[in-house]
C-alpha cells in the first residue's frame, strides 16, 4: 500500500531551481511538494556567479542578502569581467562602476550555498513539503 498525499503543484528534484520553483509557489500560497532522491543537497563545485536576470529573481524570492552573506567577502565584488579571445585580445569589458543605476548588487556565492539559503527560507512555509525518495 502506497501513502497518498494531495498538493496542487508536483516539483521533482530539489536543484536550485526545484527549490526555488517550490519556494516561489509557497510564497503564492500554492500547496506544492518537492520530491528529491538525493539525500543532501549536492555540493559539488558548480555555478557560483548569477546574471541580473538571475538576481533579481532571487530579490523576488527574498533570498538574496541571505546570497550575499554567505558568499563571498564583500571585497570580492569589486571585480573587473573580461571577455578575451583565445589568443587574449579583449573583446568587452565590465567594471562595477559600469552597472546600471538603481540595479540590484551582484550575488557570487556557490550554487550549494544559494540551495541551501533557499532551502532554509522553504522550510518556513506550512504549505511546501520536501519528501526525499531514498
Same mark, same amino acid.
Given at each position: 500500500m502506497t501513502a497518498q498525499t494531495e498538493c496542487e503543484? &508536483?516539483?521533482?528534484?530539489?536543484?536550485p531551481v526545484g527549490i526555488f520553483t517550490t519556494l516561489l509557489l509557497a510564497k503564492a500560497g500554492i500547496n506544492t511538494i &518537492?520530491?528529491? @532522491? &538525493?539525500?543532501?543537497?549536492?555540493?559539488?563545485?558548480?555555478?557560483m556567479a548569477y546574471g541580473a536576470?538571475?538576481?533579481?529573481?532571487l530579490e523576488r524570492g527574498g533570498v538574496a542578502a541571505d546570497a550575499r552573506e554567505v558568499g563571498m567577502e564583500p571585497s570580492d565584488y569589486d571585480f573587473r569581467l573580461r571577455w578575451i579571445t583565445i589568443d587574449n585580445k579583449l573583446v568587452a569589458e565590465f567594471q562595477p562602476e559600469d552597472r546600471i543605476p538603481g540595479s540590484f548588487d551582484p550575488i557570487?556565492?556557490?550554487?550549494?550555498? &544559494?540551495?541551501?539559503?533557499?532551502?532554509?527560507h522553504?522550510?518556513?512555509?506550512? @504549505?511546501?513539503?520536501? @519528501?526525499l525518495l531514498l
Open positions: 503543484v &508536483l516539483v521533482v528534484g530539489a536543484g &518537492l520530491i528529491e @532522491c &538525493l539525500p543532501d543537497i549536492d555540493d559539488s563545485p558548480r555555478a536576470a538571475a538576481v533579481v529573481e557570487i556565492c556557490g550554487q550549494y550555498a &544559494l540551495a541551501r539559503v533557499m532551502q532554509r522553504l522550510s518556513e512555509f506550512q @504549505c511546501a513539503q520536501v @519528501c
